[in-house]
RNA sequence: GGGGACGUAGCCCAGUGGCUUAAGGCUCCGGACUGUCGAUCCGGUGAUCGUGGGUUCGAAUCCCAUCGUCCCCGCCA
């Protein structure tokens, strides 16, 4: 029962070959002395022809049956070649039928357009995912991937794993916490980025970092934010802002040619955040231009570090207090520190946000200034960053660094509407996963040992 | 937390108070057909209109409540 070859690989030149395949049925053609099926697997589709002697059996098939086919490379007769398939011009005359696994009637339909609730789609995410465009898209995110690998890879950065389970920090998202079972009523924290992980790998010297990293906000959702996300995170030692977002955009250059075959004229235009608002009213501007590419990128930088939050009567960090105060508006930081730009920076593709970054603080005196600004008490800012304080005292080099939004790139590269569709088991819009039925009650065997209780008032 | 849209057979959807015994397409079932390619043709099964209540002589169609889905605002350093 070895396949000798895929569905998307005969030929002409394969004709007279006896040839063994698996796959699904896609369709089914019955023209009653003579059938055809449509077998399909990750590589294509290859026409499979039944005439009397299988008849009675290929009758019996349905929609997404596994069946495995011996049969002989044929000539498709003149006029019969279908152009829209690269195996168009052969099929394989049946010599055996094996049903390998039957389908059940399908909760929805494969073959036709995406327009089924998004909930019903979930439920059965691996029937969905069995629909070439799909297929195509989780392929086109594995290439993505590969080649962000390959190509930083050959300027020296470093793939480096960072924890998963860590610690709740103050500012940002909320947290998703996790129960320590070995220090009851402690929480780890789930990252919403590497951010002070890879500013502790430049301090220990890796110079060149990066990760496919797994993000993590419990904020509601979106059509492009999802509970977890993945973004190339990186992070240089003595590098310029120059030059990360030259290997930035040569990278994306790379990435659109390698994958869309489109060219991206680099370098992509900057536009300093006052500019952006002024001029546009937005700090991620839309700046398509009709005649050209339907991509376009644009740097918007120079962020102040600071804004104003009314509510708490106190200096919030635009970006994020790790954020390298301008040189030249260090002197504003006491007196009017909302004018202090920072050195940071956001990548905006059609008026989408797909990444930031900034220069680092790398020296104590300068970090501590900042989390003061921000109104952290010493006590506070010890405690949550106190290990990160300590580190920048140990000859850590300036370093600075970008993460990637993975989800919504490719989002836009696919021309998909939402991150879900280039997400394998995307979250719905409450959170919940329709196919597992995650989050789910505990026992409370499992909630003692955690030294858990849950609040009655939400019934157990 | 707020706003909006939607909820009709397995899937998609028409129908905005009586002319609907709720239409159509697909799936599914049966039949015909030796060259199709989301095959075609013929026939058939299947929903009381998310749920509960109300208005009315009469409701899928109006009102209220509730549940669910999606989109947006808040939130997302």
């Not at 299988?54 to 490379?73: M, Q, R, T």
């Not at 998202?173 to 790998?201: H, I, M, T």
Request: glycine share 8%; charged share 30%; net charge neutral.
């Amino acid at each position: 029962m070895k396949r000798t070859h895929n569905c998307g690989e005969l030929r002409r030149s394969d004709l007279g070959k006896d040839v063994f395949l698996i796959g699904w049925v896609n369709v089914r053609r019955d023209h009653g002395g003579l059938l055809f099926i449509d077998l399909r697997d990750r590589y294509g589709i290859t026409q499979v022809l039944f005439d009397a002697k299988l008849l009675s059996s290929s009758k019996s098939l349905h929609s997404e049956d596994l069946i495995g086919v011996g049969g002989k490379v044929q000539e498709r007769p003149k006029g019969t070649i279908n152009n829209k398939l690269v195996t168009g011009e052969i099929e394989v005359f049946a010599e055996k039928l094996f049903l390998l696994n039957k389908s059940k009637d399908l909760p929805f339909e494969l073959s036709h357009d995406l327009k089924v609730a998004e909930e019903i789609r979930l439920t059965y995410r691996y029937l969905d995912l069995r629909r070439p465009i799909m297929q195509k898209r989780l392929i086109m995110r594995h290439r993505l991937v590969k080649l962000i690998r390959d190509y930083l890879g050959k300027k020296e950065f470093l793939e480096i794993e960072t924890p998963i389970l860590t610690k709740s920090t103050p500012e940002g998202a909320r947290d998703y916490l996790v129960p320590s079972r070995l220090s009851p009523g402690d929480f780890y924290a789930l990252p919403q980025s590497p951010q002070l992980f890879k500013q502790l790998l430049m301090v220990a010297g890796f110079e060149k970092y990066f990760q496919i990293a797994r993000c993590f906000r419990d904020e509601d959702l979106r059509a492009d934010r999802q509970p977890e996300h993945t973004q190339l995170d990186l992070e240089c030692s003595f590098m310029t802002q120059e030059e990360i977002l030259a290997i930035i955009e040569e990278m994306i250059g790379m990435l659109f040619e390698e994958i869309l075959s489109l060219k991206i004229p680099l370098p992509f235009p900057h536009l300093m955040y006052q500019e952006a608002i002024s001029k546009y009213g937005t700090d991620k501007p839309d700046l398509r231009d009709e005649k050209k590419t339907n991509f376009s990128f644009v740097w918007v930088e120079q962020f102040p570090l600071f804004q104003f939050n009314k509510e708490q009567d106190r200096l919030d960090p635009q970006h994020h207090p790790f954020t390298l105060p301008m040189e030249e508006d260090l002197s504003l930081l006491d007196q009017e520190p909302l004018k202090v730009r920072g050195l940071c920076y956001d990548l905006i593709l059609n008026g989408q946000e797909v990444g930031g970054g900034s220069l680092r603080i790398h020296k104590r005196e300068l970090q501590e200034k900042i989390f003061g600004l921000i109104g952290l008490s010493q006590e506070v800012y010890l405690s949550k960053f106190g290990f990160l304080l300590e580190a920048l005292e140990y000859g850590a080099p300036p370093h600075g660094g970008i993460a990637l939004g993975l989800d919504r790139l490719l989002m836009l590269m696919s021309g998909a509407d939402s991150i879900r569709e280039v997400i394998a088991f995307p979250k719905s819009g409450d959170g919940s996963c329709p196919l597992t039925g995650a989050p789910a009650r505990v026992s409370l065997q499992q909630l003692k040992e955690l030294s858990l209780k849950i609040d009655k008032k939400n019934k157990l």
